[in-house]
């Protein structure tokens, strides 16, 4: 963090700052940025500010420019159909309210149901997470389900469900089979690489790779675990939705009216609904 | 919308256009249309009226571009046997009576058994959808029924059924397919990717991409959910087909009569028949 | 055939033609044709005037011609084992019987145990079909039936039967199996497409694509479908064999006088045995 | 034939001819040579001539060169171990019995335990076949039966087996396979094709190729049906060697002795025994 | 080990050494290294000595190029959170007591928690192995319990497991899959190769390879029987950390102390605890 | 024999030979050595004399060229652990045992403990075969046998067993294999190749290749018999060394003090066991 403190000097030595620009705390919700995303994000925020005619950079410039690095331009030319700005408000708010209540992960930097031009109706984004070498199982789990919280929004307020999770079941699923396949973190199926890649192996600097060839009754055995891994996720991330319903009727609302809502605004939704953190 | 309606006004500064051409309208009827396919719809259009030594572009002369652009050149040269006529008007209409009954779809814009230069035997066109960014589990029932309308049509008139449904078949199972391993929309199937293929999965910016190998139980379940979804839109679209069958047999004999119907003429079919809409 | 009928036109302009030689039965009986095929036909045929030197094309030019065109050149130079040609005009029998007899399928305008230059031991021509844009289930079913008949009759009168059915046998094998996995035309497996090849689909624009992997119950389902097509085409096509087993020694025996028989000496073996027209 | 004799005749113009070179007999035992192959053959026997400063050309310069073109030049250099050449012969004179006792294959040309130069240690030549456009099923067994032979010999005679029988092997299984997957020859599996690759198949006119999956019951079928036609034609093949015996010690002897027999010598041994053709 | 002194000898001809820098035991503990790895270590150790301005090599320099050449350089500058150190001090800790109390394993060089250039969050080193043209059943096992160590002692300690042990869950998979597939170390399945690669054999000289396809049985087989070497290796590696339980935590409170522990460090640990070697 | 013999007269016309060189020896034992062998074989042993400062080339040189040829250069250089020279000396020692005992293989020419460029920690060398054109059935089991002496040798007297015997396992399966598969020497599994190559076959003379999918039955039992084969090979080796335990402790101790040993000190050991060969 220190060292992502010393860059961002280098980059705005001669660039004006607002007194509300704290490198201090940039620097902190930057982990994982490498040094030229850090000189992308101040450089964004310079243009921002001579967009508005300004000689220095301000707070809001710098926020802008965050979010393009990290999620891309948001694309507000395109008009968007009453219905599907309510699905996405909602199934953004179940995205963000698991990121809040769930232990380890979060916090959540924005919601937003501006589309980007990445092709996405929406997004909520946390800030960046500590550059670890290695992650948890509770932290994987606990993605999945923030990971199926924005269908589980749908199905609970929506008549009707949409493709947009299509994304979110890809990774929930992706993170499940590795937990099983490659993590060792399945009791069933034990400390064992059920990978079927060709790849070689090297054993204490000998060769013994071959090509693995799963029986059938393992290949089942993987099957059955991922679908137990995502089906009590989705048990435990509904139980919650349920117990916040008020707030995310709230935060949708309040998506529905300002398009884009930060932490300030997003964490104060809690404060009202007088929710206890789990 | 707005924006389809100033694009259509630069290309058709140097267009004289007649009364009954409203580029208001048309805007609503091309959501869908890039900028490139409103120029080309509306040089069609110019070159239709060239032909008719018309120095003025008429309403036509904008349909039948629009026809072109969204199906192809229709193909009336070939002298198409009267059974193949036959079979295909009611195989039209049984597409066009689904879109026409069904909510969520729809409406038709014109019905036509003219062979296209794509190699159809007819269309059956609707109005173009909305660019929306995703899709909704009920809108892609709708539309599986939609597709199998047409085999049903031959199936309850004719002695015989055509391979002229193969089309429409894929594409059935390829949304219900889709429904299931994707989409997360099967019950029994849960809010899994069951997706086959060899790319690379990202994951919270970790790489734990693996090619995936299902059990032969998964398998199986994802077949018989994709049969589920397809037998049970089969008895749905039956049972509004032959609730409507009267309209069949009128739709049809039209399209045998005039070759191509438009919207008016269509939707007056049903005004006759005094049909409920569901 | 309008169409056709001017191309031949344009094509004999500079080639007088005997009295025999009537364009208007040759475009009825070239349904199919494009229009180089009309011109080659044409060519081929002052070719063969030419031959004999005639000033003029006669009938028989036409006829030489068009089996050329349609099946390759006869090749009369090979000494065939007397053995070999029995099965032969036993098989080409079989073939043109189910022809004739079958609704749908036929006329048959010539047959013949002459081997041809794609080392074909015989072949049976029928009439060009019309070009249609699709296929009905019927039309598939009397299709296979023919395919079947060569090798049926070998069975009902030769001790031995003969690799020569393999192309039939291929044939009928990939259209029972389109039938069942691709038109939707097996009520046990239903309207789906169950295709295995990698293609990418399209629904409604939008890629939906992925690859396809069936599972064990549904290809043993696939297969039995196949063999009870195939099984019952068979016991179809001998049951009809059986009854008309009469004209299927005189047309083998008059394939073995004259080598090469056409549509009238074909027909007229019916007239003979008095057979009722299925 | 009466071409062949031709060929022969222009390439024997300026090779002058012994008495005992008959060239209507070489054309008899030469069905299914290509002109070239026939050319091949005189240059050979000429060269043969040649070697032996004789300026015509005998009826063994032939002989020799018939070999040569069908199976390739003998290798007499190798010194081949006592218990080798008693297998080889038991080897060869099991394909030969059967060969000549069989309906339908033979008659023998020559049997002999010299090496060639194809790494053979032995080949029986039976004349060469009519050029069939097709085969018979009852043709296929008998080639299964005596390409079972060497082996079936080699069990009766010798106290062990060898590995010199994998190429008839894998003969048979091929003729096998091809009868039950390709020539519709098993009623089990009726008039179908088992193949399981890619290549595109037309149907009447249409592309309806697709790549084909056999479920498990069915490949497990073809297995079986394979398995039974090698089993019966083993037990047949084993049957009439038994009968033969005496033929059998004789042959091998024989061969033992000379070398090489030819066909006289070979069917004389059949009469000593008296034994009776099947 | 006389060789690799005498080359340790030529490459420091012109390096003046400490006195506490014996190359007799430099040479004893690189057993396996190449003559370019010997010359690579000497050259880093005289860098390492530059760095401080010395003008002979001490045995700290030596160490330090040890490490480098065997493990990477260490990468300092990353900042590590508190919790990860700690997960990462009992993971290495976990693989180094394994290393120590199993016999013919070890004994441990360097333990470190200073993350690697590799992408390591720390690493346990042990003396490098004698370059044996062989390995034993023992040895794997004991490589196996020693891979397992690192989870295991997370699961004990932590309230949690990482994603961390992937590595050493593959190598450990590795080599079970090839004591039953390829070394024939599993009585269940025998003195047998079941490796289902394609590459071909040669057997005593002759051709006899083919692509190996095995059966659903013998695949269920072999995934039974590396579960149980697995589960086996993981119950005796759990129990010896259980029983060491005392020494694991003084082991991970030094290394977060220290961050790199010494051969004598960690050795004098257990002295300490009394613990009896097994 | 004699071609071998000439062609050493040749290579040696300018290399004076001991007394104890007798080339007709030499072509005994060098049946399947092409003629490039013999030269090098000869170059090998006057290289041999040269680096002794001899003028004539000795028995010994010869020998040591022998190896050389066959087995590659010997490297006694590398320092080899007690344990492991006792592990290979017993390992040896198993396979000698079983090449001189069972019949039709053998004899032993050297057995050696001393390391070889080809990475074998050392050899058994048996005198070369004849170049046969075919195997047996009854060799193929012997070599099985001879294979798996050498993991025999270490289960019966070391407490390990290694990786050492893992291309002794290949081989033997692959030998296995192949009587199933290719050569018809099961039973079970009958006169049929299983091959599932794709390759192309030859069936007298017409094309009828096609790709080959097995059963799960047909696998499952090629699978049991290959296991079968193996097993009772196993229990007969066994059997036989457990008989000879004598003599296998006299070869591996000879072994461990002179390190090579050649066929008249192997042999000897057998004498003074009185052991009777089987």
Same mark, same amino acid.
């Given at each position: 963090?220190?060292?992502?403190?010393?860059?961002?000097?280098?980059?705005?030595?001669?660039?004006?700052?607002?007194?509300?620009?704290?490198?201090?705390?940039?620097?902190?919700?930057?982990?994982?940025?490498?040094?030229?995303?850090?000189?992308?994000?101040?450089?964004?925020?310079?243009?921002?500010?001579?967009?508005?005619?300004?000689?220095?950079?301000?707070?809001?410039?710098?926020?802008?420019?965050?979010?393009?690095?990290?999620?891309?331009?948001?694309?507000?030319?395109?008009?968007?159909?009453?219905?599907?700005?309510?699905?996405?408000?909602?199934?953004?708010?179940?995205?963000?309210?698991?990121?809040?209540?769930?232990?380890?992960?979060?916090?959540?930097?924005?919601?937003?149901?501006?589309?980007?031009?990445?092709?996405?109706?929406?997004?909520?984004?946390?800030?960046? !997470?500590? =550059? %670890?070498?290695?992650? $948890?199982?509770?932290?994987?789990?606990?993605?999945?389900?923030?990971? *199926? +919280?924005?269908?589980?929004?749908?199905?609970?307020?929506?008549?009707?469900?949409?493709?947009?999770?299509?994304?979110?079941?890809?990774?929930?699923?992706?993170?499940?089979?590795?937990?099983?396949?490659?993590?060792?973190?399945?009791?069933?199926?034990?400390?064992?690489?059920? !990978?079927? =890649? %060709?790849?070689?192996? $090297?054993?204490?600097?000998?060769?013994?790779?071959?090509?693995?060839? *799963? +029986?059938?009754?393992?290949?089942?055995?993987?099957?059955?675990?991922?679908?137990?891994?995502?089906?009590?996720?989705?048990?435990?991330?509904?139980?919650?939705?349920?117990?916040?319903?008020?707030?995310?009727?709230?935060?949708?609302?309040?998506?529905?009216?300002?398009?884009?809502?930060?932490?300030?605004?997003f964490e104060a939704l809690f404060d009202d609904a007088g929710a206890v953190t789990e």
């Open positions: 963090m220190k060292g992502r403190e010393d860059i961002l000097k280098i980059h705005t030595k001669n660039k004006p700052l607002s007194e509300d620009v704290n490198l201090h705390e940039i620097a902190r919700t930057t982990a994982g940025f490498a040094g030229a995303d850090l000189e992308n994000l101040m450089n964004e925020a310079a243009i921002n500010a001579a967009k508005d005619n300004r000689k220095y950079i301000i707070k809001e410039d710098v926020d802008k420019s965050f979010i393009k690095v990290g999620i891309g331009t948001e694309r507000k030319s395109r008009v968007v159909p009453e219905k599907e700005r309510k699905i996405t408000a909602y199934h953004e708010s179940g995205h963000a309210i698991l990121f809040h209540v769930l232990e380890g992960v979060g916090p959540v930097y924005a919601v937003s149901i501006i589309p980007t031009g990445q092709g996405a109706a929406g997004y909520t984004m946390p800030l960046p !997470e500590n =550059d %670890n070498v290695f992650n $948890t199982k509770g932290k994987i789990l606990q993605d999945i389900k923030v990971s *199926l +919280g924005g269908r589980i929004a749908e199905e609970m307020i929506m008549d009707d469900i949409t493709t947009g999770a299509s994304q979110d079941i890809k990774q929930a699923t992706a993170a499940a089979r590795a937990m099983v396949v490659k993590y060792g973190m399945s009791e069933e199926l034990g400390l064992i690489n059920y !990978e079927t =890649d %060709n790849e070689e192996e $090297t054993f204490v600097g000998r060769d013994i790779g071959h090509q693995r060839m *799963l +029986g059938e009754q393992t290949a089942a055995a993987i099957d059955k675990e991922v679908k137990r891994i995502i089906d009590e996720c989705y048990a435990d991330a509904r139980r919650i939705l349920e117990e916040y319903v008020g707030v995310l009727h709230k935060c949708a609302n309040l998506l529905l009216e300002k398009e884009r809502i930060d932490r300030e605004e």
